[in-house]
């Protein structure tokens, strides 16, 4: 597989091959998720129940994969930095770090997770009727905890390397055999919902099984696992990659947090049918943000090879690019959302209800989309420059001290009922994401050109 070289070349040109491929990873990563609530939708008879019940499991999902991101996004920008200086020894450490964290922390939770999955579900908004669809998906699919953390955990960093096309290759392995699994475990083997996660759940061990076959054979730096005498020195290893990783995490737990409110709140100002209602407009979500997480995603070791080797004028380069590349997305979708809603809605179900209840909500959900530009541009510098702080501060201001209380005060405060939740993520989008953006901008930027000028003097 041909490696990228983030030190030389045209900018633009390596943000492309790395998020090209990229793209196609998400895309496909994207169907693990959506597929399953494609066929799910159309299970005879119980179709959009059952949606509403695997909608109540996905706030697990999200915790699962902030941990995943704890370790993978906190250690793959640290791993690309120690590249840029050179020191390679380092970069391996950090690998192995993440790697001995993704693992320990996949086992815990899957133990923590089945134990209490019932009552936890409940508390996330299921009722009597949802729990009979969300139980059975939430216990498989927590069985497959540790290949989805390896899977997403380890894949930054074949991307960090440069190998975006092996990259691309981990996700589309799983995708595909999930894609394949779907239909015959639902239908054809009558599972239901059970045998969407049973598919999941393989699909994942592939993948996971393909990333720590290319990384333990065929990258630059080879990965092994930590015994726990090698583990206890990199204490401080372990500290650096988690604080960095709060920042993905912080965003996916929020995201889990904000889930949770939307549903127990929709759950008793709409019932059941705008619990799977948000099922649509997430899942659409998802679908459309997907681009952007390539584009920023594949900007991010490009940002922190070059700051790492102190080459301030591309690290700028880099931004300005990845800033420009997704407007012009974040605007083309928007456009799309807006003014084609039922054809999107369309993708995930055929319940003409269902359908004419989402359009509205959907139009207030995502009428201020692209404001997400900012908030993405602005979070992918911090992190990738090592911003702890503000990359953290940042990922908790849109979702906790914004949409959560307005998810609340929206409908029961300003009597705005099942309008009042979709509402609170377009306000959090204009302020939030205006807020991030200003702040990176006037912290980083004149940084780099500090560090400009002293090589100019120096």
């Known amino acids: 597989m041909k490696q990228i070289d983030f030190a030389e070349g045209k900018i633009s040109h390596s943000i492309l ?85 993704l693992l320990v922390s996949g086992i815990v939770l899957t133990a923590v997770g089945l134990l209490i999955a019932r009552p936890l579900l409940f508390a996330f908004g299921a009722s009597s009727s949802s ?36 990259g691309m290759l981990t996700v589309m392995i799983g995708a595909a055999v999930n894609i394949a699994l779907d239909p015959v475990f639902i239908f054809v083997l009558g599972l239901g919902v059970s045998g969407a996660a049973l598919a999941t759940i393989l699909s994942q061990a592939l993948s996971a099984l ?119 997305y974040g605007c083309l979708m928007w456009i799309l959302i807006l003014t084609e809603p039922r054809f999107l809605i369309a993708i995930f179900s055929s319940d003409t209800k269902l359908q004419q209840d989402a359009v509205p909500s959907m139009e207030l959900y995502f009428a201020a989309f692209v404001f997400m530009v900012l908030q993405y541009s602005g979070q992918t510098v911090l992190k990738s420059l090592n911003k702890k702080k503000l990359a953290i501060f940042f990922s908790l201001l849109r979702k906790v001290f914004i949409v959560v209380p307005l998810t609340f005060l929206l409908p029961y405060v300003f009597h705005m009922g099942t309008d009042g939740v979709f509402l609170a993520e377009p306000i ?31």
């Open 17 to 101: 091959q790395a998020a090209l491929p990229m793209l196609v990873a998400q895309l496909l990563n994207l169907l693990y998720n959506i597929v399953d609530r494609i066929y799910i939708a159309r299970i005879p008879g119980i179709g959009t129940a059952a949606l509403g019940g695997v909608g109540i499991c996905f706030p697990v999902i999200v915790i699962i994969t902030a941990f995943a991101n704890l370790f993978g996004s906190g250690g793959a920008p640290l791993f690309s930095i120690e590249r840029g200086k050179g020191d390679t020894k380092e970069a391996q450490r950090i690998m192995n770090t993440s790697f001995f964290l």
């Open 131 to 166: 729990i009979v669809y969300a139980l059975p998906y939430m216990r498989i699919y927590l069985v497959g905890t540790v290949f989805s953390m390896i899977a997403t955990g380890m894949n930054p960093f074949i991307n960090a390397h440069g190998y975006a096309q092996t």
């Open 210 to 328: 393909f990333v720590v076959r290319f990384l333990t054979r065929r990258s630059e730096l080879l990965l092994h696992l930590l015994s726990l005498s090698e583990a206890k020195k990199c204490t401080d290893r372990m500290k650096d990659i988690t604080g960095l990783g709060l920042a993905a995490f912080t965003m996916q737990l929020t995201n889990s947090l904000v889930s949770i409110s939307c549903n127990n709140v929709l759950q008793r100002t709409g019932g059941d049918i705008y619990v799977s209602v948000m099922t649509i407009v997430s899942s659409v979500r998802q679908m459309v943000e997907t681009p952007m997480y390539a584009i920023t995603d594949g900007s991010s070791p490009v940002i922190s090879f070059n700051y790492g080797a102190r080459k301030p004028d591309r690290v700028k380069k880099a931004f300005w690019c990845m800033f420009f590349m997704c407007l012009v």
């Open 428 to 458: 959090s989008n204009v302020i939030g994401g205006t807020a991030c953006f200003v702040t990176m901008l006037s912290v980083v930027f004149p940084e780099l050109n500090r560090m400009k000028k002293s090589q100019e003097n120096g």
